[in-house]
């Protein structure tokens, strides 16, 4: 099992604000937003996006109360944007009719909302709610796989969260998980990991290997 103090006080030092990639400004429904325009998009350009979206509509009742096509419109260089758009507007519908224009802080009433699955919920409950949560994204379920938490083929969001989660100290999780995100941006990519000069490669499983195999191959 990795060293899993060492590799947070690493993590810590090389990324000590931990910030959201997303920038929303501490409000949970902006996020909420944000995280269901990143899906197959960038973190980047869904800010660019965001700036003419919430002047648009700054608040849930406004999104709610929207022109579907122009919505559409601003979200469009986001990709799939009629179905981001439809559930956008849905999930902001029901947070005014359910829970008095507040996102829910329960994991439960965050997943009966559209388009919200683990992955976003525990992004807002950790990142604005300031609860525990792994966000078992591609970078998290990537790099902690190769790090040796758990065999490095599996790619399963749900046993990720869990595994984690009996892992890395409850107040650390969200903290964690954002600088999974700037390590994988960084260092440990999905193509090309750089692992010969990687800052985790002694206490990582596939960066031992790596050096093995290089030392083999002289
Ligand atoms: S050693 Fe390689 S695989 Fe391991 S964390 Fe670093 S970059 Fe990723």
């Not at 604000?17 to 973190?43: K, V």
Request: net charge neutral.
């Amino acid at each position: 099992m990795p060293d899993t103090e060492k590799i947070s006080e690493i993590l810590r030092k090389l990324y000590p604000d931990a910030l959201c990639s997303l920038e929303h400004g501490g409000d949970p429904w902006r996020l909420l937003i944000q995280a269901r325009l990143s899906a197959q998009c960038t973190d980047e350009r869904v800010n660019i996006v965001s700036v003419p979206l919430f002047a648009r509509y700054p608040d849930a009742r406004s999104m709610a109360d929207s022109d579907i096509s122009e919505l559409e419109d601003i979200i469009r260089p986001c990709g799939l944007y009629r179905t981001k758009a439809a559930s956008c507007r849905e999930m902001s519908r029901i947070i005014c009719e359910r829970h008095g224009g507040k996102v829910p802080r329960t994991m439960d009433e965050l997943l009966a909302l559209p388009g919200v699955g683990r992955k976003i919920a525990n992004l807002v409950l950790g990142d604005v709610y300031g609860m525990p949560g792994i966000v078992a994204d591609t970078h998290c379920i990537r790099i902690n796989g190769r790090l040796g938490y758990y065999p490095e083929e599996m790619k399963d969001p749900l046993k990720t969260e869990m595994i984690l989660d009996g892992i890395i100290p409850k107040e650390e999780q969200a903290d964690y998980c954002h600088r999974m995100v700037l390590f994988g941006r960084e260092w440990c990519m999905a193509r090309r990991p750089r692992c010969s000069e990687c800052p985790l490669r002694e206490l990582c499983a596939r960066g031992r290997n790596t050096e093995e195999e290089r030392k083999r191959n002289g």
